[in-house]
């Protein structure tokens, strides 16, 4: 047995170069969903100021409703894995498409803060969806040799989404003559902002009629002959496809079984494998990479940037996060997933350290001083980089890999569930905090950085290029 099983899985390590085109427009066309969710995620960065002045609500008010999409995002990633399991990963996508769409045209024609808080609910449904669908999918479908770097498109679909949505932010503001509540096409410039992402949301229901169905959700379905020509599709002809089956159909029986329950064990409630997957997605959201998306151009003004300077920079910002992404990309296969999280770890530490510094300064005049300006506007690009080539790609291309095949559907859905939260407790306390003392919430930030290294060490181990079968 053990034997029948190697041939598969060296088969599926070796690398079928006549194959990646096809397996890079499947795994693009996933990571659709990562696009809508950085997009989605972050669009709300250039309707905060407009919001908070049409509704007239402070920042506690304002917080929970840029933070409640949030709420959203945790439910839709704790039942995706579940409901995935059942329709299948593509239907999964096209209900997501669908609630994107619903979102987009809701946010831009809300009655009253109420509903526009509802429809930011039912998208940050749809961004947990896409949060969890796709890693699943792209590690479902990518043979483990280039596992890792077509997990990365995910991460990439994301920063590329938030990139989008801070410069059609920019370009939409410019037309509206620098006013977020400017008349723009018969709305104000805030609400075209949240509008915009239908046109998205439309190519990834598209898309998701292009791509095939996971091998594993249609083996579990007793649906072998489809599963065997996708298999050969993206894994190449050279390869035992009985074993290979066989061994799918068996890690695929094992998990037809799971549950929530199947999580539980050891002293502390969850089994100690669950409890890393919940450790990385605390400690990615925890160094406050989201108020660099949702709360930057605010940020910039409050330390007396000028709002269209503010805007331009939420741009550059969203670029260095796409270079930081594409160098994730290069090196996740070659130097490993570990040692790029410790890496992006201390780059981190020493972006958020020099930011706390920086706006620990008297504002002069409305603005910081001119050398603390600069520190921390080099600083905030500095940290976004060592993110986005660490802990950006990484933590989802490990919840995509790291869990046993009889766990993987509701221990990723529990990770990424974590994840939410957590992305909402930054979010909703940022504010605040930063009412209270803008210095010491980067310096919280900071020592959250730092603790991710001890964490990293001593509790992750390496996937880079193993088989999903040989997890656990």
């Not at 050969?232 to 390869?239: L, N, T």
């Not at 000028?306 to 160098?327: A, R």
Request: hydrophobic letters at 55%; one cysteine or more.
């Amino acid at each position: 047995m053990a034997s029948t099983s190697q041939a598969p899985q060296s088969g599926a390590r070796a690398a079928h170069p006549e194959h990646l085109g096809h397996v890079i427009f499947i795994a693009a066309a996933a990571a659709m969903g990562g696009f809508l969710f950085g997009y989605d995620s972050s669009v709300i960065n250039g309707a905060v100021e407009a919001i908070r002045d049409r509704y007239d609500v402070g920042s506690a008010v304002l917080a929970q409703v840029i933070a409640i999409a949030l709420i959203g995002c945790a439910i839709g990633a704790a039942t995706a894995g579940r409901i995935a399991d059942r329709i299948g990963r593509i239907r999964c996508m096209q209900i997501a498409a669908i609630l994107f769409t619903v979102s987009a045209i809701g946010s831009a024609l809300p009655f009253a803060l109420w509903d526009l808080a509802m429809w930011r609910v039912i998208g940050g449904f749809a961004i947990g969806m896409a949060s969890v669908i796709g890693p699943a999918y792209i590690a479902e479908v990518s043979p483990p040799a280039y596992r890792g770097r077509l997990g990365s498109f995910q991460q990439a679909a994301i920063v590329v989404g938030i990139a989008v949505s801070q410069l059609v932010n920019w370009g939409l503001l410019n037309a509206a003559g620098g006013d977020q509540r400017g008349e723009l096409m018969g709305l104000e410039a805030w609400q075209v902002m949240l509008g915009v992402m239908v046109v998205p949301a439309v190519l990834y229901g598209l898309l998701s009629f292009a791509i095939p169905e996971s091998p594993r959700f249609l083996i579990s379905v007793g649906k072998h002959e489809r599963a065997r020509k996708i298999l050969e599709e993206v894994e190449g002809k050279d390869v035992d496809f009985d074993a290979r089956i066989a061994e799918i159909e068996h890690a695929m029986h094992r998990e037809e079984k799971s549950s929530f329950k199947d999580l539980l064990g050891g002293s502390f409630f969850f089994k100690p494998i669950v409890w890393i997957g919940i450790g990385l997605s605390v400690f990615q959201q925890f160094v406050g990479i989201n108020v660099a998306f949702y709360y930057s151009s605010t940020l910039w003004q409050s330390v007396g940037v000028d709002p269209t300077d503010s805007f331009f920079y939420s741009f550059t910002t969203s670029i260095i996060n796409i270079v930081g992404t594409v160098i994730a990309m290069i090196f996740v296969d070659r130097v490993g997933r570990k040692p790029l999280a410790l890496i992006g770890s201390v780059g981190m530490v020493i972006g958020l350290a020099l930011e706390a510094w920086a706006f620990s300064f008297d504002l002069v005049d409305g603005k910081l001083p001119a050398t603390q300006g600069w520190v921390a506007l080099i600083a905030a690009h500095l940290f976004v980089l060592f993110f986005a080539l660490s802990w950006g790609v990484v933590v989802w291309v490990f919840l995509g890999e790291m869990f046993p095949n009889r766990i993987r559907a509701a221990a990723l859905g529990v990770a990424a569930s974590a994840q939410w939260i957590a992305n909402w407790a930054i979010t909703a306390s940022f504010p605040s905090l930063a009412e209270w003392n803008l210095s010491g919430t980067y310096v919280i930030y900071t020592i959250f950085a730092a603790l991710s290294i001890p964490f990293v060490l001593k509790f992750v181990k390496e996937t880079k290029g193993k088989a999903l079968e040989e997890m656990g």
